[in-house]
Antibody, heavy 120, light 109 residues
Framework: QVQLVESGGGVVQPGRSLRLSCTAS????????MHWVRQAPGKGLEWVAV????????DYADSVKGRFTISRDNSKNTLYLQMNSLRGEDTAVYYC?????????????WGQGTLVTVSS | EIVLTQSPGTLSLSPGERATFSCRAS???????LAWYQQKPGQAPGLLIY???SRATGIPDRFSGSGSGTDFTLTISRLEPEDFAVYYC??????????FGQGTKLEIK
C-alpha cells in the first residue's frame, strides 16, 4: 500500500532554516510529481510547492518563493523541502502529497503531516 | 491566481439528510479540473472527487460532484455519521498556484 511519511518538523526561531523529508513506499516514486501542502493551525489548506517526476521542473506558491526549495532523490524514494528565512506565518502542518499522475496537481495520497512551529 | 469561495461556512444537518456544498471560482476553471477533499480532525485530507464529477476509488456513490466553469457543487445524498467533517474544493486547471477553497464544516445538528 502507498505510504508517505514526513519527518523533520519541530520548533525553530524566526529567520532560521529547517529541512523536511518525505519517504515514499508502495509505488514507483520516480513516476509521479510530488507536492507539499500546508495547513496553519485551525486554518485551511495551502498548496506550497511541486516537483516533476524527474526533478527538472519545480514551482512554488508566491508566499514561499525564494525562501523554500523543493527537491527529490529518486534513488532514495524521498522528497524534501528546504525552508529558509522562516517566518511566524510558516507555522503549519506540512503534508507531502502524491500527484494523481505525472503532473495533474490533485492529490490522491497524503502523508500524516509534520508540524513546523516558528517561534522565538 | 484563481480564488475559490466555498459556501456555506458551516452546514448543520442530521444523519439521513442531503448535504450540498458550493464552490465558486473567481475565473473559469479549465477543463473542469476541480477536486473535492474530506478532512476529519487530526487527519490528512482524503480525495473524494476529481474532474468535477469523477469519484475517487472507494468513495461511496452517495457522494457526487457537478458543475463547470465557475460554479461547482458537492452533494452527499444521504448523510452517514462518518460524513461529518470539513470539505475543501481545489482547482488544478491552471498553472500554479493550485488553490483551495477555505472549507465548509459539516456538523451534526
Amino acid at each position: 500500500q502507498v505510504q508517505l511519511v514526513e519527518s523533520g518538523g519541530g520548533v525553530v526561531q524566526p529567520g532560521r532554516s529547517l529541512r523536511l523529508s518525505c519517504t515514499a513506499s508502495g509505488f514507483t516514486f520516480s513516476f509521479y510529481a510530488m507536492h507539499w501542502v500546508r495547513q496553519a493551525p485551525g486554518k485551511g489548506l495551502e498548496w506550497v510547492a511541486v516537483i516533476s517526476y524527474d526533478g527538472t521542473n519545480k514551482d512554488y506558491a508566491d508566499s514561499v518563493k525564494g525562501r523554500f526549495t523543493i527537491s527529490r532523490d529518486n534513488s532514495k524514494n524521498t522528497l524534501y523541502l528546504q525552508m529558509n528565512s522562516l517566518r511566524g506565518e510558516d507555522t503549519a502542518v506540512y503534508y507531502c502529497a502524491r500527484d494523481f499522475d505525472s503532473w495533474f496537481a490533485f492529490f490522491l495520497y497524503w502523508g500524516q503531516g509534520t508540524l513546523v512551529t516558528v517561534s522565538s | 491566481e484563481i480564488v475559490l469561495t466555498q459556501s456555506p461556512g458551516t452546514l448543520s444537518l442530521s444523519p439521513g439528510e442531503r448535504a450540498t456544498f458550493s464552490c465558486r471560482a473567481s475565473q473559469s476553471v479549465s477543463s473542469s479540473y476541480l477536486a473535492w477533499y474530506q478532512q476529519k480532525p487530526g487527519q490528512a485530507p482524503g480525495l473524494l472527487i476529481y474532474g468535477a464529477s469523477s469519484r475517487a476509488t472507494g468513495i461511496p456513490d452517495r457522494f457526487s460532484g457537478s458543475g463547470s466553469g465557475t460554479d461547482f457543487t458537492l452533494t452527499i445524498s444521504r448523510l452517514e455519521p462518518e460524513d461529518f467533517a470539513v470539505y475543501y474544493c481545489q482547482q488544478y486547471g491552471s498553472s500554479p498556484p493550485y488553490t483551495f477553497g477555505q472549507g465548509t464544516k459539516l456538523e451534526i445538528k
